[in-house]
Structure formats: C-alpha cells, structure tokens
C-alpha cells in the first residue's frame, strides 16, 4: 500500500516546485518523493481539499504536530523513510483511514497514533515486537498488514476487531495463532508463513514433493510477462533434449513483500503439487548466474486472464471487476466448481492459499480457471488438526465472498433463478459468522458437483 493506483504523478522536484508556487490548489492527490527530511509547510495550503498524501521514499522521521490542520486527510503513504515509531498525532486525524508505514524503522506503535475511523494499516518491514491493547478499539479495521517484524502474539483486545477480513503476520516470531483471531466472523484472508508455526508443515510439504532440477543454461529467456513484488515472470524456451518446449519461468527477487518472503512461496509452489485448476511447476532453477532461485512453469493459454483487479484504496479488501463483467449461471458454476477443487486439493496438502480472490484467478470466457499466486500461502501445522479445521474455514469466507461477486456479475431473468439459487445458498453457508458452521471444501465441491450434473 504505497501510492494510489491509476495516477501519473509530476517529477517529484516539479511537484514541490508547483507546490510552492500555488498552482496545485485544490488538489485531492499529493505526492513527493525527493530526500525530504522535514515535512514541507505549503502541503497545509491544500488543506481544504487533500485526502491523500503520498510522502514515501523520503527522509522523514516526524511529521508535524498540527497534522490534523488537513482535516479532509483520509489516506496517508510514508513507506520506506526513518521513522522509528509511529507518529501519534495521526490519531488527531479524524478523517484517517489507511495508514501505509512499510519499510521504516518503527519499534513502537502508541495509543494515540490509532485514528478512530481507522481501516487500514501497514507496518510491513518493521521492527515491532508488540503491538498496543488500544487496537481492539479499531472497530472499523478491516486490514492489518505486519509482515517482517519481531511480533510473538497479537493483543487479546482485537478480538473485538470484528470486521477485519485481511492479516498478514509473515515472516515473524508466532508459535500459535490465538483462538479469538480464528473465531473472528469476517477474517478471510490470512498469511503466517515464516513462523515457527509454519515451519515444520513446509519442511515436510517439500520432503514430500521432490522437484525437478532445471539448469539455467538449458533455458533462453524471451519476452516479459510480468513483474510483481515477489519477482519477474518471463516467457523462455526449455530446451528438453531436441525438443523446445515454450514455459513461464518466475525468477524471484528476495526482497520481503507485504505478504512475506519470496522463498516461503516458492517453497508452497513446489509444495502445492499437480492439480488440473494450478499452473503446473516443471522444476527450479539451478546454475543463475546471480544465484536467484527460480521455477519453471507451464506457459499460460493466451485466452485466460485475470478474473479481476486487486481492491482499491476505496474498496480496501474487495476486487474491482470490470464495469461489463457478465456470467451465465453456467459459466460461474464452473469457475467456482474449478476454484473450489484447487482449494480442496491444497488444504489436502496441508496448505492455506491466503490470497483466494478473484485477481488470482485466472478464465477464460467460459469458466475455465487456474488458481495462482502463492505469495501469502502458509503450511498448517501438521499435528494440530482443530487449527487446520480451523484455517480451512477461513478460506471458505474468502470463497464466499468469490461467490458474492460472481452472483452479482449474473443477470437475473427469470428462467435463472433455479440455477442461481443454489449458489447463493452455498455462498451464505461460507460467510456465516459462526466459523464452526462453515462447510469444508470437500464439502462445497461435492455441492457444487451435485449442482453441475443436474
């Protein structure tokens, strides 16, 4: 969560430029990225119109005591700068949703800096090692993002957080998950990888799951495919003897991203195993000339793309789908049906896909599906089976709200609604907020099944 999406800013140099001289009044988007060390006065000249401040990649420590001067202020950026707690006049904002502090040097989170209308938070790449009982007051929470810092437990008092759907805790110290955030009524999308809770399921997941060895120098890079936080994905030739097989090959950066590290989703790559509804993995790389782990994998059908855009900064945890995004009854059944078997099998293997939304999912117009992205995948614990009954209907309010928004793309003549009936019934069951009530995949696949037949 750094800049908005959809915007081309100015230089940043020109943009200060313009600041300075008055022409950018009225603006609602601000953003500067220049080696500030201070927080330049003149953003208080927007303070009439400006809801979202944009000062990451800066050298800021401290932001000014009258910050709740910009009182229409809703979203604030200042990832990757110096700050070594997070500033408490923040909580003097009273606009204040998503707060974004990736990549400082935070230790502390006060009391104070928690606004109340607070919906977002990220302190990715930090140094915390605890985090304040005045969270639970943050009612209105709904995504907390604390990947890469030194947390062993999260307050008790969040239990009262009841609308929070989306939590990163990757890659820090957890050696169990609290009862109360498995019992929360909203929580779909949850990563813990790279904690000891998570080692040993992805130590032996990787022990069951040998994998081929592909040598870099048998591989002849070509045309890019896409780049993510995790790594960059080209399109290459595999040369299999004397055959060329084209293949996607994913070479991954290292860097910790907000869902974890890159080698935790390699390693549930591998550990995910074949499945008509994944993207098949070939092998890793060996022999990179600067060492980088990689995959091969299976070379996507050009008719397949993804379902939907990753959320907004409005609508915070739900994908965008296009404006004309339209399914037949038939068309969703068989999305979904595809979507749920990959889940069923992967929670088989023992592994929580973290990310099930439709941005990862990749169809075609007639409901073909391959379930991808593995960055927020985290191993269960392999002798703790309530905790995987437990994180497996998790998954499913993830899977309900796909439901949700499939429905919804339906047109609803009457002729339909048998067909749609179904569906919306199975969608219910996932989202009760009891999570003990939730149906398994195993058992939304043999509904949906059953519904596909007749």
């Not at 300075?20 to 000249?45: D, H, K, Y």
């Not at 707060?99 to 040097?105: E, H």
Request: proline share 8%; aromatic share 4%.
């Amino acid at each position: 969560m750094n800049a908005p999406h959809g915007t081309e800013p100015l230089p940043a140099l020109d943009m200060l430029g313009q600041l300075r001289a008055g022409t950018l009044a009225g603006s609602r988007r601000l953003s500067l990225s220049c080696g500030l060390e201070t927080f330049p006065p003149e953003i208080f000249t927007l303070a009439d119109t400006l809801e979202i401040l944009d000062l990451s990649g800066n050298a800021l420590s401290a932001l000014p005591h009258d910050l709740a001067r910009l009182h229409r202020l809703r979203i604030i950026f200042c990832s990757n700068n110096r700050f070594t707690e997070l500033p408490a006049v923040l909580g003097q904002c009273a606009q204040l949703e998503m707060i974004g502090f990736r990549a400082n040097q935070i230790r502390q989170v006060p009391a104070a800096a928690l606004p109340p209308r607070l919906r977002a938070l990220v302190l990715t790449d930090n140094q915390l090692a605890e985090l304040p009982a005045a969270l639970g007051r943050c009612t209105r929470l709904q995504k907390l993002m604390l990947a890469g810092n030194r947390l062993h437990s999260l307050p008790p008092e969040m239990a009262a957080c009841t609308r929070l759907e989306l939590l990163r805790i990757p890659a820090n110290r957890f050696t169990a998950l609290p009862g109360w955030l498995l019992a929360l009524p909203r929580l779909a999308w949850l990563a813990f990888a790279g904690n000891p809770l998570a080692d040993a399921g992805e130590v032996a997941a990787q022990a069951d799951a040998p994998l081929a060895r592909i040598d870099w120098a048998r591989l002849q890079p070509g045309a890019l495919l896409g780049e993510g936080a995790s790594g960059v994905i080209r399109q290459a030739l595999w040369q299999r003897g004397d055959t060329a097989l084209p293949v996607a090959v994913k070479l991954f950066k290292g860097a910790l991203t907000s869902d974890g590290l890159p080698r935790h989703e390699m390693a549930a790559c591998i550990g995910a195993g074949a499945h008509p509804g994944l993207i098949a993995v070939h092998g890793r790389v060996t022999g990179h000339p600067a060492g980088s782990d990689g995959l091969v994998m299976a070379l996507v059908a050009p008719h397949l793309g993804n379902l939907a855009a990753p959320p907004s900064l409005d609508s915070c945890t739900r994908d965008v789908y296009h404006a004309r995004a339209r399914f037949t009854p038939d068309t969703a059944l068989r999305l979904a049906l595809g979507v749920a078997s990959a889940a069923r099998h992967l929670h088989a293997r023992g592994l929580l896909h973290g990310d099930l939304y439709a941005h990862n999912i990749l169809c075609a117009a007639d409901g073909q599906a391959l379930l991808g992205d593995f960055g927020a995948a985290s191993f269960f614990p392999p002798d703790d089976a309530p905790l995987a009954l437990a994180l497996q209907r998790i998954e499913a309010r993830a899977f309900s709200c796909l439901l949700e928004e499939l429905l919804a793309c339906c047109p609803s003549p009457a002729g339909w609604h048998a067909a749609l009936n179904p569906l919306a019934a199975l969608q219910a069951d996932c989202a009760q907020p009891d999570t003990a009530r939730r149906p398994l995949f195993a058992d939304i696949v043999q509904r949906l099944a059953r519904q596909q037949a007749g």
